[in-house]
DNA sequence: GATAGTACTTTCCTTTTGGAAACTATAGTA
DNA sequence: TACTATAGTTTCCAAAAGGAAAGTACTATC
């Protein structure tokens, strides 16, 4: 029982665990995310947003950004231009979040290959 | 108008998009990546998880071991102890999911450091 | 025999999430 | 004048998420 305990009582665990948390905490809910990896490819405004991010409504797209906003991750510019527009960029902030997003393209698609092989071999 | 739709019309684009949404589907949910977290320093029994896992509760736990199971990435082995005990551990595919972990504990941790410093400066 | 620990499941209830549609406001186009 | 597009906000409602507590079942311990 003791020495079970050892595994995960660590302090450098226990740090790890709160670190993925805080992360989880600024990128949580369901679209967080997904408006940051379509920003990584640059700004793009409001409604441009809605077709990229597949499935988001107008209402919750104003308030996940308002969060991204509020967290120092995007930042929101006002152009005034004929029908007034919005772009939304990364912040530099925003920019660091690039590698865990990175990670996450890479294991998608990794994922996506191996789904299909798994068909494959079901069907041969 | 035209020239700005290239930017994320791309197919490059379209598809990373894709990877990041296929990796949240995965790990959607509010507990699943701290889960996994969690068993990225080794295997443990449900209890403990429990306790590893700050603030979930028996439901959610099931809930969550279940479909991380059925999408292969933890495994689930009763033991035949004297009061019945279960052991959850990364499947060798779900330790692939240990880089984008530890980006997320990089991050984090750098937040923390970053919340830390901007306290500093207001009460200076 | 009662209590505690293991691992859940089930029930009941509240909170959160989230979507659709309507609405505000401005301006260009047909 | 009507319709479109911009960027939202607001309202109303349904569905999903999630928690607390009790229940199940087994065994060991006091």
Redesign the interface.
């Known amino acids: 029982m003791e020495t ?1 305990e050892k ?2 009582t ?1 302090d450098t ?1 226990k ?10 905490d ?1 990128l ?1 809910g ?1 679209w967080k ?2 408006i940051i ?2 920003l990584s ?2 700004k ?1 405004r409001f409604m ?1 947003l809605q077709r ?1 991010v ?1 499935g988001i409504g107008a209402k919750m797209l104003s308030k996940e950004l308002r969060e991204l906003e509020i967290n120092g991750l995007i930042s929101r510019h006002v152009c005034n231009t004929k029908p007034i527009t919005v772009e939304y960029e990364l912040s530099v ?1 925003g920019k ?2 690039q ?3 990175n ?10 290959e ?1 789904i299909k092989e798994q068909c494959h071999e079901q069907s041969t």
């Not at 990670?103 to 996506?112: D, P, V, Y």
């Open positions: 079970r595994t995960l660590s665990c740090e790890k665990l709160r670190a993925v948390q805080d992360t989880l600024v949580g369901k995310i997904a990896s379509a490819f640059g793009l441009e990229e597949e902030y660091t979040l590698n865990i997003i990670e996450m393209i890479n294991w998608g698609i990794n994922h996506r191996r």
